[in-house]
């Protein structure tokens, strides 16, 4: 906690400059701490005069940690489909279970969806909270907020994972208000600390950095992935418990009615689902060169990403941007074309098991991420393997 020493303070405003949350005024010379004061601290270091200091120890555990076990999964589906983010999860929740000593639960909301408790067991779940009932059939906020809540508060897991789409990003930021716990939000990166504690990693500041994000002082320890980041893993034959828990509608949960589904019109393209991408940004020179990139996917029955650049420029729909505001992909082969590898890039590809660059400039930063480069100019390159795979088959 931040506490301030009114009659030391010169005036200097050396602590408003440091602080990046403006958490601190000085009026003359009168110090005065603002609703937005994290109690970094930062302020306190800076100040020569010693007119803020910080009282008292950290603060502790808000909480009673030991009495929290097991790692969880939202276990997202519609009409009866497991959404593929689920799938993914088990697979992470699986790891950290195990560095844990602790248990997967999935936790399953719906209606008509007993059956997908196999799937789940078979992706690395221990046991499956099932709560089957006709008002559950499509996600709405206030009786999926309340259910999981309710679960959550009565069987205190350790970690929840959530998927970072649509209906995870409106859930999870809600539970973690009502649970008064923290959230990381599309994390790249989920491991367990040294004290046992779930280190989330995710890009910051406009992807410029990647900030890893502990939760020290309150349970459970909330996170959001993006689909396509974690790896799904098969169990055969893996068997577990349903736990069926029974639910009844409550009056908040009528405020929000489903009157219709409309389908979103398809994508053409399943960047998400490629085992091969061949992706070009502005070093593709024009849009038509383009044209180079889906012949060449083609042949490797692969599909076609952009950069950011290349999307702006108007050469590709977004639907194909592969980054931090695009898609994130980890196909077998991604072939960088005319990409120069910006963090906000890589975020979204760098999983990829061999990633291919071409890049005239030696120095692009995609050859650091690169499991082979090729050094000159695309428009050369691309049409020299086109005919030699054409040559070859
Ligand atoms: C908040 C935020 C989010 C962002 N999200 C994304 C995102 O999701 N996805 C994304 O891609 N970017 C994203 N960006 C933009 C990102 O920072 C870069 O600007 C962008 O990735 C650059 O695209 P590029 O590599 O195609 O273009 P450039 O950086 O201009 O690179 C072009 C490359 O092509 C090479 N080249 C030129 N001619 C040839 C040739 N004939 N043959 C071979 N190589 C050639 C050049 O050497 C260069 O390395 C984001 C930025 C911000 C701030």
Redesign the pocket.
Known sequence: MIQLVPEKCIGCKLCVKACLFGGIAVDGKVPRLTDSCTGCGACVDVCRVEAIIASGEKTGPVCDFAAYKGIWVFAEQHAGKLHSVTLELLGKARELADARSAEVTAVLLGSGIAALDGELFRHGADRVLLTDAPFLANYRTAPYERIVARLICEHKPEVILIGATTTGRDLAPRLANRLRTGLTADCTGLEIGPEGGLLQTRPAF???IMATIATPNHRPQMATVRPGVMQARLFENKKGETVRIAVSEEPGDGLVQILKTLAREKSSVSLEKAEVIVS??????EPKNFKLLENLAGLLSGEVG???????LGWMPHDH???????TVKPRIYI??????????L??MQSSDIIIA????PA???FQAATFGMV??????IPELISQLNANT
């Open positions: 406009g992807g410029n070009g940004g502005r070093g593709m020179g952009a950069s950011r650049a290349a999307v702006d941007q592969v980054g931090q505001t695009g898609k960088a074309c005319g990409i120069s590898g910006a963090v906000q890039h975020a979204g071409i890049n005239r400039d692009a930063p995609i000159g100019d695309a428009l050369k390159i």
